[in-house]
Structures are given as structure tokens and as C-alpha cells.
């Protein structure tokens, strides 16, 4: 019988790639982490790691196991809380992951009512960017993932296996310096900034900024490339290029020295939480998700 405890370890070992390191991670002793991977394969009745080198390398039966693994665990947790909410032992917990401009903006008024309505409810956040958010989903490292994806986008496939619950749409918006010729115009079209020197975001954000401008006819010189908002605006107030940004992250930035315009034609990427299929059902994960819902509504 495969037990959880054996499939958290093998999820670790196959993560950090040995015994010593899983066994750092996991907060337990290597030899213990030897023994539990031992009793595993016994059970499975056929190897699940080789060792190459000095690293551990998963063969086909582990990558099914570690493959599998992720949604068990899920399934278990959300058994738990699901169990002893019913029973009124605890209230829950719920791991959050979000992007950067919805931790400042969104997740802040849905955690105060979650406070003030659920106070027994223990959350936790982490910022992560997709698709690292909807790894971490997926691997049973979070409960709820705020994540993004952008008009045209494949994430739709990409997120088939999870309960999607669309948010809000957030519109691009341009920004230049204040002193710039086209910052009184109020609305800009993207052709309009191909000789413009640009300062571009967070990975994903990086490749629909290329994939937008080589539709307006150009590919933008990306001078500075940076995941942290703020400082994509500062490059931008101190005249050293121009940007687009989604206006949650406007928002959640004091933007001294710039100039925002209106995109056209309009770039809209949609906000979204997702959770897997049994996560849906626990109470804790359930109110959080309404009161998003709810936050984004405002």
C-alpha cells in the first residue's frame, strides 16, 4: 500500500534531487528519507529512482508516481480540512499564491473580510508570477493561485484540469516621462512608440509585450527588462524609456514622473483564481475565493 508520507518524500527527493537535500527540506534525518524511499518501492514493486552520479534521477515508474502524487496529496488535504470543518475542530487554512500587482491590490481587502468574517481561518500568501504560480498549484504547494493570462493566450488548455473563476480584466496602459511628446495625448497607438527606447516586465508580461508590438509592425529595444513594478515605473519617471503596464499595477504604484495613456487598440489580459477540483469543495478555500470574487467586483 503506497502511504502519503512515502509520496511527500518522493516528491521531495525528485525536487531537490537527493536524499540529503529532500531530507533538509523535509526536516528530517537522510537515512530516514533512505528508508521511507526503500518501503515505497516496496510497495510500488519496481524502482522509482537510480542514482546518477550524485544526484537521483526518477525512472518511468517514478515520473508516474510523482506525476500522480500531487493531485493524492491534494485530494487528502482538502479531505482534512473539508472533515474538520464539518466537525468544528479548526476553521481551515488556505495557501495563497498571487502575482505581484494582485497582492497589492486584490488579495488585501478579500484577506480583511476573510479576518472579519472567518477569524479562525488561517491564510498564508506567497507572491509567485505564472506559470510558477500554477506549478506550485498543481505540486500541492498552494490552495489558491491568483494568475493572469492575456487575450489570444493558450492558457485556457493550459488550466483544462483546474476550477477556473474568472476575476476582473485588466487593461494595458501605456506609460511615458512627463516630459515626453506624447505625454498630453491621452491615448496612444503602439505603432506610435516603435522607436522608443522600453522597459519591460515580468517574463510572461516580456513575451506579450514582443508578441503586441510585432502586431503594430515593429520589435520594441528593450533597454530594461525587470519583475518589479515599481521600478519599471521609476525607469520610466527618470526618462529612460517607455512602457505598458496593466492597470492593477498602475494602481498599486505611486507613479511620480509619468504620464499614463490609454493602449489602442486595447491590451487586456483577464485575472483569474484557480484551485484543483477537490480544493473547490473545502469550506476555507470556498469563502476565500468568494470574497476575491468579491474584492474585484469593487
Same mark, same amino acid.
Request: hydrophobic share 50%.
Given at each position: 500500500?503506497?502511504?502519503?508520507?512515502?509520496?511527500?518524500?518522493?516528491?521531495?527527493?525528485?525536487?531537490?534531487?537527493?536524499?540529503?537535500?529532500?531530507?533538509?527540506?523535509?526536516?528530517?534525518?537522510?537515512?530516514?528519507?533512505?528508508?521511507?524511499?526503500?518501503?515505497?518501492?516496496?510497495?510500488?514493486?519496481?524502482?522509482?529512482?537510480?542514482?546518477?552520479?550524485?544526484?537521483?534521477?526518477?525512472?518511468?515508474?517514478?515520473?508516474?508516481?510523482?506525476?500522480?502524487?500531487?493531485?493524492?496529496?491534494?485530494?487528502?488535504?482538502?479531505?482534512?480540512?473539508?472533515?474538520?470543518?464539518?466537525?468544528?475542530?479548526?476553521?481551515?487554512?488556505?495557501?495563497?499564491?498571487?502575482?505581484?500587482?494582485?497582492?497589492?491590490?486584490?488579495?488585501?481587502?478579500?484577506?480583511?473580510?476573510?479576518?472579519?468574517?472567518?477569524?479562525?481561518?488561517?491564510?498564508?500568501?506567497?507572491?509567485?508570477?505564472?506559470?510558477?504560480?500554477?506549478?506550485?498549484?498543481?505540486?500541492?504547494?498552494?490552495?489558491?493561485?491568483?494568475?493572469?493570462?492575456?487575450?489570444?493566450?493558450?492558457?485556457?488548455?493550459?488550466?483544462?484540469?483546474?476550477?477556473?473563476?474568472?476575476?476582473?480584466?485588466?487593461?494595458?496602459?501605456?506609460?511615458?516621462?512627463?516630459?515626453?511628446?506624447?505625454?498630453?495625448?491621452?491615448?496612444?497607438?503602439?505603432?506610435?512608440?516603435?522607436?522608443?527606447?522600453?522597459?519591460?516586465?515580468?517574463?510572461?508580461?516580456?513575451?506579450?509585450?514582443?508578441?503586441?508590438?510585432?502586431?503594430?509592425?515593429?520589435?520594441?529595444?528593450?533597454?530594461?527588462? +525587470?519583475?518589479?513594478?515599481? !521600478?519599471? $515605473?521609476?525607469? #520610466?519617471? /527618470?526618462? %529612460? *524609456?517607455?512602457? @505598458?503596464?496593466?492597470?492593477?499595477?498602475?494602481?498599486?504604484?505611486?507613479?511620480?514622473?509619468?504620464?499614463?495613456?490609454?493602449?489602442?487598440?486595447?491590451?487586456?489580459?483577464?485575472?483569474?483564481?484557480? +484551485?484543483?477540483?477537490?480544493? !473547490?469543495? $473545502?469550506?476555507? #478555500?470556498? /469563502?476565500? %475565493? *468568494?470574497?476575491? @470574487?468579491?474584492?474585484?467586483?469593487?
Amino acid at each position: 500500500m503506497i502511504e502519503a508520507r512515502h509520496l511527500r518524500i518522493l516528491r521531495a527527493v525528485a525536487g531537490t534531487g537527493s536524499f540529503s537535500a529532500a531530507a533538509r527540506e523535509l526536516g528530517c534525518t537522510q537515512p530516514a528519507v533512505s528508508q521511507q524511499m526503500k518501503a515505497l518501492e516496496q510497495s510500488a514493486g519496481t524502482p522509482l529512482l537510480v542514482r546518477t552520479g550524485r544526484e537521483m534521477r526518477l525512472t518511468q515508474a517514478g515520473e508516474a508516481l510523482v506525476r500522480h502524487a500531487a493531485g493524492i496529496l491534494a485530494g487528502l488535504t482538502a479531505a482534512e480540512e473539508e472533515v474538520a470543518a464539518i466537525a468544528g475542530l479548526r476553521a481551515g487554512r488556505v495557501r495563497l499564491v498571487s502575482f505581484p500587482s494582485g497582492s497589492s491590490t486584490l488579495v488585501p481587502t478579500a484577506l480583511a473580510a476573510m479576518r472579519a468574517e472567518h477569524p479562525g481561518t488561517r491564510i498564508s500568501l506567497v507572491e509567485a508570477e505564472p506559470p510558477r504560480s500554477v506549478e506550485m498549484l498543481r505540486e500541492g504547494d498552494c490552495d489558491l493561485a491568483l494568475a493572469f493570462r492575456y487575450a489570444g493566450a493558450s492558457a485556457a488548455a493550459e488550466w483544462e484540469d483546474l476550477v477556473v473563476t474568472p476575476l476582473l480584466t485588466d487593461r494595458l496602459v501605456g506609460l511615458v516621462p512627463d516630459g515626453h511628446r506624447l505625454a498630453g495625448a491621452g491615448r496612444v497607438g503602439m505603432a506610435e512608440l516603435a522607436g522608443e527606447p522600453w522597459i519591460a516586465g515580468c517574463p510572461r508580461c516580456r513575451r506579450h509585450l514582443v508578441e503586441v508590438c510585432e502586431g503594430a509592425g515593429f520589435t520594441p529595444r528593450i533597454d530594461f527588462a +525587470t519583475d518589479d513594478y515599481p !521600478a519599471v $515605473v521609476g525607469l #520610466v519617471g /527618470a526618462g %529612460l *524609456g517607455v512602457a @505598458v503596464l496593466p492597470e492593477l499595477a498602475v494602481e498599486s504604484v505611486r507613479a511620480k514622473g509619468v504620464s499614463t495613456l490609454a493602449v489602442e487598440p486595447a491590451v487586456e489580459r483577464e485575472v483569474v483564481a484557480l +484551485t484543483l477540483p477537490d480544493l !473547490a469543495r $473545502v469550506p476555507a #478555500v470556498a /469563502a476565500t %475565493l *468568494g470574497e476575491l @470574487v468579491r474584492a474585484a467586483a469593487r
